[in-house]
């Protein structure tokens, strides 16, 4: 790939990012690196990871408060659409591949950059989604991906940062990969590369260990219109807030864990430990909403989209031609999703236990088996009989 002049390099502050910074000028060439720092709600303070990225040798240091567009654009569509990968992972930490890249591009067009870069290996899925979804973006973009290709060891890489002033990190404690943001936390590496090894409780931030979790449970009234959760228990917030909000209120009773094997893009089976608490909550209220106001075939075409959806995402397609057109079979489909989900949490469940809607397509006196049953039961003879025809002349021309 050829090498550039000047490059936005996505920026967290570690090791291999800030390593990146003097390995691109140095080794390839490059004349000016600006680093970018998104804030998606890492919890981290972000003022000395600037100050770091300048002293390692950056010529600008960008920082981009993207939390609330984080939530309306990229966890809302996903909510809209169910997405939960291999029908388990509400897809917290793939969500925010694709904002920080519309992020580095639109650096990139800010500052007349020719490339921009970041710090994946090859391992992963996260090369994938920046990759391609830059390519979507601006396609005659350079992208680089110096850990990619430089082939040190994380000890070979450390003494290279040390040679141009980048500290060696404080020894960790803690043998985890771990990865933050408002959605949730993804947690990978050490025990847990056994998938045989039960997690211990130390790993968890965002849940609490069920013995932990209150004696009583907590009742929590979802506000959706078309799709979109606008409020809790019937005070309306914003995106932020309510992501929030909705966090402390489940995680408080040990809602949100995912421990699973997955199937990363590359070909390799990774074992991941999710907590999700507002998002995966969110999402099984608004498919329970659906329930009640989706004719039923909609609802049951839109079960193969979501799995097709979520895929993308996972993939790194979220830019793509195939997810706009799902989008907009999506936005069609969430026109009556309005109403109110009311969900029990208790003990690590969160229970659907009440749904109410002015698009309601539930009809009380044709559901009821009491008096006002207004259901004409003669005709469910005829019915049964059109509807079997065609398995009963199979039967009777093939088993005679």
Not at 44 to 57: F, R, V, Y
């Amino acid at each position: 790939m050829g090498r550039a002049d000047k490059v936005v390099l996505a920026y967290s502050g570690g090791v291999d990012t800030s390593v990146c910074i003097p390995y691109l000028k140095e080794e390839w060439g490059v004349k000016e690196v600006i680093t970018l720092a998104a804030d998606l709600g890492q919890g981290e303070e972000l003022g000395p990871i600037k100050e770091k990225a300048l002293t390692s040798g950056a010529s600008v240091s960008l920082v981009a408060d993207a939390k609330a567009q984080f939530i309306r654009d990229y966890a809302f569509p996903s909510i809209q659409a169910n997405a939960l990968y291999e029908n388990r992972y509400p897809l917290s930490t793939a969500l925010a591949r694709p904002l920080i890249a519309k992020l580095l591009v639109d650096a990139a067009a800010e500052y007349g950059a020719d490339a921009v870069a970041h710090g994946c290996t090859g391992k992963g899925n996260d090369q994938v989604r920046f990759d391609v979804s830059i390519a979507a973006l601006n396609p005659s973009l350079k992208v680089l991906a110096p850990a990619r290709e430089w082939g040190m060891s994380r000890e070979q890489t450390i003494a290279y940062g040390e040679k141009f002033g980048i500290p060696s990190p404080v020894k960790k404690s803690s043998p985890y990969s771990i990865d933050r943001n408002l959605l949730g936390r993804s947690i990978e590496a050490g025990p847990l590369e056994d998938p045989w090894t039960e997690p211990l409780e130390e790993i968890y931030a965002m849940t609490r260990a069920i013995a932990d979790t209150p004696d009583e449970p907590d009742y929590v009234e979802i506000d959706f219109v078309k799709g979109i959760p606008v409020s809790l228990n019937g005070t309306a917030l914003d995106p932020l807030a309510l992501v929030d909000a909705l966090n402390d209120m489940v995680g408080k009773h040990g809602v949100g864990r995912i421990d699973m094997v997955e199937n990363r893009l590359v070909g390799i089976k990774s074992r991941e430990i999710y907590e999700a608490p507002a998002l995966l909550v969110l999402i099984q209220a608004h498919r329970d909403l659906e329930s009640l106001t989706l004719t039923a075939d909609v609802s049951h075409y839109k079960r193969g989209i979501e799995e097709t959806y979520s895929q993308m995402i996972y993939n790194g397609l979220w830019y793509s031609p195939l997810k706009g057109a799902l989008d907009a079979f999506i936005a069609q489909t969430q026109e009556q999703v309005s109403g109110t989900v009311r969900v029990k949490l208790f003990k690590g469940t969160a229970s659907m236990v009440g749904r109410k809607s002015e698009n309601s397509l539930y009809t009380p006196d044709l559901a009821t088996y009491g008096e006002d049953d207004v259901f004409d039961h003669k005709a469910a003879e005829g019915f049964i009989y059109v509807w079997g025809l065609p398995t009963r002349v199979w039967s009777e021309k093939i088993r005679g």
